[in-house]
């Protein structure tokens, strides 16, 4: 049975640094397409970036508000993503979850298309 487990979230002010966590179990090979969203209160959850699965040719995706800012990155070994969120801004404050497909190479971008889901870590930026 596959899990998801987010850590890393916390309050911190506008221009620092935070690393989330995802830590996945159930998976008997290699990780599949796995992203990072976002929700603040009752507004729509927002894809933030993704990372395909596999070994060769890893495509990643980030939404234009966090480029540049936010790195997605995953060890194989360890079953874990990573999202390094740098010059946080108070509109980063969210609730982010983690997400996966149940295919290597992610297709689509809408909650939908994920089939798997943490129960999320809170990320608050103040100014």
């Known amino acids: 049975q596959v899990q998801l487990v987010e850590s890393g979230g916390g309050s911190v002010q506008a221009g620092a640094s935070l690393r989330l966590t995802c830590a996945a179990s159930?998976?008997?090979?290699?990780?599949?397409?796995m992203g990072w969203f976002r929700q603040d209160g009752g507004k729509e959850r927002e894809r933030v970036a993704t990372?395909?699965?596999?070994?060769?040719?890893?495509?990643?995706f980030y939404a234009e508000s966090v480029k540049g800012r936010f790195t997605v990155s995953r060890d194989n070994a360890k079953n874990m993503v990573y999202l390094q969120m740098n010059s946080l801004k108070p509109e980063d404050t969210a609730m982010y979850y983690c997400?996966?497909?149940?295919?290597?190479?992610?297709?689509?971008?809408?909650?939908?298309?994920?089939?798997?889901w943490g129960q999320g870590t809170q990320v608050t930026v103040s100014s």
């Open positions: 159930g998976y008997l090979h290699n990780l599949p397409c």
């Open positions: 997400a996966a497909q149940d295919r290597l190479t992610c297709r689509g971008g809408a909650p939908s298309d994920f089939s798997e």
């Open positions: 990372i395909d699965g596999g070994k060769v040719s890893i495509s990643t």
